[in-house]
């Protein structure tokens, strides 16, 4: 069973910063792609950042383009989130999530294009 364990969430005011992290355990995870989630209250879940590690691509929303960066190890199996320049509509949980196939670049947002999923980590941001 693989397991999937975000940490750096937290209360931040506006304009501040945080690091989300997420490693995988459990069963060895044939792991092609990482990303990240969120859902904000009364909202669905929506795609954040993903990083292919075929060729190492990252794309991102563009609500978060040019303020959070995705970096990662696959041979950790692990991820992180920085955020910079955070907003009040940053406000989320996050999920990290892994697919065991690569995502085509159609597919990156797509929920079902990943396999695993992690239970959320909280991000507040306080104007």
């Known amino acids: 069973q693989v397991q999937l364990v975000e940490s750096g969430g937290g209360l931040v005011q506006a304009g501040g910063s945080l690091r989300l992290s997420c490693a995988a355990s459990?069963?060895?995870?044939?792991?092609?792609?990482m990303a990240w989630f969120r859902r904000a209250p009364g909202k669905e879940r929506e795609f954040v950042a993903v990083i292919r590690w075929s060729g190492g691509t990252t794309y991102y929303a563009d609500s978060v383009k040019g303020r959070f960066t995705i970096s990662g190890d696959k041979a950790k199996n692990s991820v992180s989130l920085q955020m910079n320049s955070l907003k009040p509509e940053d406000t989320a949980v996050y999920y990290c999530?892994?697919?065991?196939?690569?995502?085509?670049?159609?597919?990156?947002?797509?929920?079902?294009?990943?396999?695993?999923w992690g239970q959320g980590t909280q991000v507040t941001v306080s104007s």
């Open positions: 459990g069963h060895t995870l044939s792991n092609y792609a």
């Open positions: 999530a892994a697919a065991e196939s690569t995502p085509s670049i159609w597919s990156v947002g797509v929920e079902g294009s990943y396999h695993y």
